[in-house]
Structures are given as structure tokens and as C-alpha cells.
């Protein structure tokens, strides 16, 4: 179910690309947005591995909504343990179950198929506790990534 327009979501997103792109450009990650699409794909190295990895964002109906947030295939959509990374010890956004589990990932909410029923729905993600990771913007939300990213020790196998 798509909760705007296309045309606002691609607005949306394409205001928040500009800074998305400066940090990408600063922090060593390649962004390639499908407007027809409404998809973001992210790539980066993870360099515990020397692997390129991909997280893919759906953004239909971004801001009502977050961002499906998954990791893939570089340059494909299939989705699998073995594309996803590893949480560290002391943890992590990247959880056992191949999910990025945060309030800005879509599929963190049970309504969406994710383990959380208790962030009052993916409709109130601006508003989860700041206990939780927070990020409100697209760029935000790739800097987690990233940050979790370098602190993972490997890939799910």
C-alpha cells in the first residue's frame, strides 16, 4: 500500500540526496537512486572482508513511512545470510535474523514482517525513543550503516 504520490516521495528523496551524495563522496560509498523506482542502492567495501556490500532502500512512501532497508548481491536483489553483515559482540543494528534493526528500516516492524510491535508502527518512526538508534534523513540513516559497518567483523554465512 503506498501511502503518498510518487511524485512527493521522489521530491523528497531527491532534496535529501543532495546531502546524502556529500557524505557518500566523504566516507567512500557509491548511491545510484532509480527514481521511477523509488529505490536507493548504497554500496560501500566492507573491510574486514575487502567485499562490496549493498543495502537497497525502498522508498515508496517515504516520509509517512521509513526507507526497506535490506543488504543484497551487489548490483541484484537477492537477499540472503551470506550478503548480510555480521553484528559485533558488544552490538549492532545488523541483527542474527538478516535484518538492519532500527526505527528508520521499515522491516524492523512487525506490521512489515519485523520483530518489533513495541515502536507503535513504522507510521510513528520519527517519534521512537532516542534509546534506539536515530537517524531522520537519508543521510543519517547510511552514516548508521556505516558506522555499524565498520565496527562488524565479517558477513553472516
Not at 548511491?31 to 566492507?46: G, I, N
Not at 562490496?52 to 521509513?66: F, N, W
Not at 514482517?113 to 525513543?129: I, R, Y
Request: contains cysteine; glycine residues 6%; charged residues 15%.
Amino acid at each position: 500500500m503506498t501511502l503518498l504520490p510518487a511524485t512527493t516521495v521522489r521530491a523528497t528523496v531527491e532534496a535529501e540526496l543532495v546531502g546524502a551524495r556529500a557524505w557518500a563522496a566523504r566516507h567512500n560509498w557509491s548511491l545510484h537512486w532509480l527514481a521511477e523506482d523509488l529505490v536507493l542502492r548504497a554500496a560501500t567495501y566492507h573491510t574486514a572482508v575487502h567485499q562490496l556490500v549493498e543495502a537497497v532502500a525502498e522508498c515508496d512512501s517515504y516520509r509517512a513511512l521509513p526507507p526497506a532497508w535490506r543488504f543484497v548481491d551487489p548490483g541484484t536483489d537477492q537477499s540472503e545470510p551470506k550478503w548480510f553483515p555480521s553484528a559485533h559482540p558488544a552490538g549492532s543494528i545488523f541483527h542474527g535474523n538478516g535484518l538492519i534493526c532500527a526505527p528508520w528500516n521499515r522491516l524492523a516492524y512487525s506490521e512489515h514482517g519485523g520483530p518489533h510491535n513495541d515502536w507503535n508502527g513504522a507510521a510513528s518512526w520519527l517519534q521512537v525513543p532516542a534509546v534506539n538508534t536515530v537517524a531522520h534523513t537519508i543521510a543519517d540513516m547510511l552514516s548508521t550503516i556505516d558506522s555499524h559497518l565498520r565496527k562488524s567483523p565479517g558477513m553472516m554465512r
